[in-house]
């Protein structure tokens, strides 16, 4: 006999907290049995790998996007008791060379990772060693 507390979305998943407990033949309670579920666990490390050569243009257009895009990421290192969240992001910008913009750890909230995305400048460079960037990645 389960006696969950409330539900809780995990993506598109929904599961149900509380604490369970075997019962007797006699409906006499037993032992207790661990909770289910009790967080929503996202753990996630994503290295974004940006094209910052000539071949691109605007970067205005560039900088819209991938500010777009992280917004849409609950980037947190908060620990609340049901909802653990610890996304970060990475970004690399190449062109001839492969340049580290920030790494994982650098920035901590949704907030600063957007505005730092809007302050990239184009690396530039007449080559797109795209290969050489995926693997520094």
């Avoid at 006696?3 to 019962?23: D, H, K, N, R």
């Avoid at 289910?36 to 940006?50: A, P």
């Avoid at 205005?60 to 895009?69: D, K, P, T, W």
């Avoid at 580290?100 to 460079?125: C, F, M, P």
Wanted: with cysteine; glycine share 6%; aromatic share 10%.
């Amino acid at each position: 006999a389960c006696a969950p507390l409330w539900s809780q979305e995990c993506g598109t998943s929904a599961f149900s907290t509380g604490i369970c407990t075997s019962v007797s033949d006699n409906l006499e309670p037993g032992e207790a049995i661990a909770p289910t579920s009790q967080r929503c666990s996202t753990y996630m490390d994503i290295v974004i790998v940006l094209d910052g050569s000539n071949s691109i243009y605007p970067w205005y257009e560039v900088q819209n996007f991938l500010s777009n895009i992280l917004s849409k990421f609950h980037i947190s290192t908060d620990q609340m008791q049901f909802v653990w969240s610890n996304v970060q992001v990475g970004i690399l910008q190449y062109g001839e060379v492969a340049l580290h913009e920030w790494s994982l750890k650098d920035y901590q909230t949704t907030q600063e990772v957007v505005e730092a995305a809007k302050n990239i400048s184009r690396q530039e460079g007449r080559e797109t060693r795209t290969a050489y960037a995926i693997h520094k990645a």
